[in-house]
Structures are given as C-alpha cells and as structure tokens.
C-alpha cells in the first residue's frame, strides 16, 4: 500500500488532515459517534497533463442521501465525496434550474429581496431549516477528492485522525474506487496522440485499502464496505469472500440495476435482505433510511461489546 501511496502523486492532505482529527476529536469528546463516509467514482488519468481519464461510476447518490439519514440520526459526518457529485440536501434539486426558481421582488435589477418560487423547489423551507441546524451545529465537515490519488491519502488521513475516538468511529466506504493505476513514473506527460495507433495501456492494480484501514490505521473503528456487482449470482459469496479477505464488520451488498430498491446487509453470522415495496418506492421512501436504521443499531451493539 505504501508503494503504491508513493507512486501516485500525493495531494496537499495534511491540512484536511489537520480539520478532520479536530473534527473527530470535537465531537468525540462530546459523546457524538462520527461517521465517515466515501461517495462516487475516483478518476484515474492517463496522462500527466491530464485530457484522458478513466472513471468509475457512482452518483453519489447513496452516498449523500446516507449523509442525512446519519445526520437525523445524531451522527457527525465526513463527507469524503468526488467533486461535483451529489451533496446532502442539495442532491435533492439536482436538475432544477436555480435561475428559473427565483424572481427579483420589484422587477428591478438591484431589489435588495428574491422571491423563491416553492413549486420549482418542493419543501425547499423544510430542507433548509435541517440544512441549516446541521450547519450551525457543524455536524458536517465535507472533503472532496477528483482522483483515486486523492481519494487514498484522504482515506488513509481520515482514518489515522479518526483512531482517536476509538469505536465511535464508523467507516461507510461507498464509493466506487478504481481497482486499476498507472503509476506517475509510468504516465505519458503529454496528451496521447491518436496519430500513434490504436491505444494501448498496461495498468497496475490498486491494493484494496480496507486491508491497512482495518488492521492499521483504525482498528478499533466500525467498518462498513461496499460490494457491487452487476451479476446477481455471484453477489453474496463475494460479500463472504470480502468479509473473510478483510476481517471487517459489514458488507452492504447491492446489485447495480436494482441498488435504489434492494440491498444485502451481509455480517459473518447474518444476512439481511432490505428491500422497498413498490408502495413505498410511490412514497419517495430511500432504501439508505433502512441501511443507516440498520447499521446504526449494529453499531451500538458494537461499541457495547467493546468496553
Ligand atoms: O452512488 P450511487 O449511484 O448511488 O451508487 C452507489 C454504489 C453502487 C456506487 C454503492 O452502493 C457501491 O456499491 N459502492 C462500492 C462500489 C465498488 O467499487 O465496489 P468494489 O467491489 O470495487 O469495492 C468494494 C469495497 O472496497 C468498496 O467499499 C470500496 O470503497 C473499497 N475499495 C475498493 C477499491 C480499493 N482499492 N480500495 C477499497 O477499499
């Protein structure tokens, strides 16, 4: 892991670093439980001057619907989230023309007020008072990453400034992260030339960070991965195979065309399907309600077995 931490170029963590351990210290001390939470797809370039990249998909949807269901449920949380993907509250007017939502009060260009029109943001007043009572409260510290170089040293930083509060730490790794590198001794510096023939690239594969993040940087934490597959039949033995490679707590496993309406919470000694009616699914419930209710119960069973 450390060779492959050093062959990727390392972004300005220890700043983040810094705001992260005063965070989970913070917050520790007043009893809180802190969540740490990855979301969306790490980019990884092909070129050191970079136009090409590849990406791994997620929205971030799961991520920061999650955010606010741990929110409500007196967690603070770090928001570790690829830039410009989707953001507690806001992911809720994805799609809506902000312009288009607001009038100037007296027609005039410099009216001192801006009527917000209701019917183009729904519930805009209620999601504002959570927004801000979290806000205020600094329950939320967010962090962005655009690269899988990024992404592992904000990891491997967000876990050592978590180790300090021990159990109450709880890692929910939902991001989709690149299992594929060139290393930047290996990477071209300027654009590929297509003039050059078909493209052909050898990459290096990433080690899995749940190995050091589990045995090293927080032991004591509460973890949680991800697995995606888009072949059902082989989901569940390699959310077996992950919980025996890892030696972690849970593995939300889902499947990519029905991850909205159907998750496997899978533990060593249980397997929980959670699944959405298509009532509720009409009702707008969110399948990530029922994965926070769930693991927020695991987890105070797991801190209650630690002391
Ligand atoms: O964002 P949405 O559109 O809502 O979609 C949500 C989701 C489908 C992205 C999410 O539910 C999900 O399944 N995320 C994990 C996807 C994934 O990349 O799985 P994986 O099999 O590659 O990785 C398994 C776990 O190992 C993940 O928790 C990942 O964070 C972690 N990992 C992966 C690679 C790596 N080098 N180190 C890691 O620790």
Redesign the pocket.
């Known amino acids: 892991m450390e060779d492959c931490l050093k062959s990727l170029r390392s972004p300005h963590v220890e700043e983040v670093k810094k705001l992260m351990t005063e965070f989970a210290e913070h917050h520790g001390s007043a009893g809180r439980r802190v969540v740490l939470i990855?979301?969306?797809?790490t980019k990884v370039p092909l070129e050191s001057r970079t136009v090409r990249f590849l990406d791994?998909?997620?929205?971030?949807?799961?991520?920061a619907s999650s955010a606010e269901y741990f929110l409500d449920s007196g967690y603070a949380v770090i928001f570790l989230h690829r830039h410009r993907?989707?953001y507690p509250y806001t992911r809720l007017y994805t799609g809506v023309n902000l312009l288009d939502s607001l009038q100037l009060e007296t027609g005039k260009e410099d009216a001192g007020q801006i009527l917000v029109d209701q019917n183009a943001l729904p519930n805009i007043a209620k999601v504002l008072k959570r927004y801000q009572a979290v806000k205020a409260a600094g329950l939320l510290l967010p962090v962005e990453f655009n690269t899988l170089s990024e992404y592992?040293h904000l990891l491997k930083a967000a876990a050592q400034a978590l180790s300090s509060i021990g159990s109450k730490a709880m890692f929910y790794?939902?991001?989709?992260?690149?299992?594929f590198y060139i290393p930047a001794y290996e990477m071209p510096e300027h654009k590929i030339q297509s003039s050059n023939g078909p493209l052909q690239i050898s990459m290096k594969m990433?080690?899995?960070?749940?190995s050091p993040?589990v045995k090293d940087w927080a032991p004591k934490a509460f973890v949680i991965?991800?697995?995606?597959e888009t072949d059902p039949s082989i989901l569940l033995e390699?959310a077996w195979r992950?919980l025996e490679t890892y030696n972690h707590q849970t593995v939300?496993a889902?499947v990519?065309d029905t991850?909205r309406g159907y998750v496997v919470v899978v533990t060593k000694d249980t397997q929980q399907e959670l699944v959405l009616t298509d009532e509720e699914v009409q009702k707008e419930v969110e399948i990530e309600d029922r994965i926070v209710s769930n693991l927020t119960e695991a987890h105070s069973e797991f801190m209650s077995r630690q002391v």
């Not at 990855?38 to 797809?41: D, M």
């Not at 791994?56 to 991520?63: A, K």
């Not at 990433?206 to 749940?210: A, D, E, F, Q, T």
Request: glycine letters at 10%; zero cysteines.
């Open positions: 990855t979301s969306g797809g791994n998909f997620s929205s971030g949807r799961r991520g993907s989707l592992l790794l939902a991001a989709a992260v690149s299992d990433v080690p899995k960070m749940l993040l991965s991800f697995k995606l390699r992950a939300v889902n990519l991850r």
